[in-house]
């Protein structure tokens, strides 16, 4: 997975398989610049044009019954050059992302070979190809909800709170525009804003960057996703509200049985949160294992390095979810 930058290609993630099953809370650590956003940002269909992708995302998931799907949405939710299919089996995703070398010994061993893939030097975003009917492609908003780091960025400041989550349930599950804002009211208490009445005629700008944060999780569930990824959801925050979206963020994951992929710099928060840790640098992946063993008996070195970093800086619990209320 390359951008091109100033002439040149950049790396920016090598050779990386990695499954996610359906359900399971995932996070993804490594400092700045280790390649998690952009790993988060192909899986959502949001890379720009100047990406290219050598590699694939296999989603098993059938999309729900019922659902509409926006013409519009459907070309934008595919990396530049990666595929998605359907195949039945425990996982959620399937991401194999062929490295410099031109290896591409990782093909997920959930998924077949698919027909119609191509390889090599494309640059621009085109049309792709699926093995699969149209009807089980994940569709960002839908299938796949984003929360970014900056609410205040996500969220259109000139609309109204209400307006913004209701059009997410209008576009993708059909609503009439009341019913999508009984949809809204609802998601406002699910997410534990105060007076959600009032919230809803509310801007952006009249709430807390918390309560901007909870907005912007009720519009990235308002669909009903099936893959919460939550990209430095947390990191605008202060310590006590950065603990509440974390634990706001669990409550709603099980609630609604979602898979979450839970991105941070952060490996005391990703403890809090996920039962299994991928650790990533210089868009590789380095080591993967369930929490425990990553944070108690790391194979690597290097996340050894940054459990001493977090040490060293301050006291957080790794392991402590018990005191994470909602
Ligand atoms: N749009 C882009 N154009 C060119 N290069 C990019 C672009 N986005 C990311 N990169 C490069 O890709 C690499 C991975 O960046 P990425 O943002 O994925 O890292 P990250 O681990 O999410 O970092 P951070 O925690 O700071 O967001 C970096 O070298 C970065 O400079």
Redesign the pocket.
Known sequence: MT???DGSE?A??KNINLDIATGERLAII????????????AIAGL??V??RVDGRIDWFMPPTLGAKAPPSVLPDISPARGEIGGVAGGSLLAISVIGESGDDGVISPLAGEMSGRTEGGVTERQPLKFNTAPSHIPRGGRDIGFVF?DPSASLDPVMTIGKQIAEVARTHLGLTWPRAYVKAKTLLERVRLPDPDSALRAFPHQLSGGQKQRVAIAAAIAAGPKLLIA??ATSALDTIVQAEIVALIRRLVAEDGMTLLF?S?DIALAAALAERIAV?RY?ELVELGVTAQIVGAPAQAYTRTLLDAHIGLDAKPLLNRAELQA
């Open positions: 951008f091109r930058r950049v920016a993630l490594g400092e700045s610049g280790s390649g998690k956003s952009t790993l988060a940002l890379l720009p100047s990406s780091q990209d430095e991105i710099h990533f868009g």
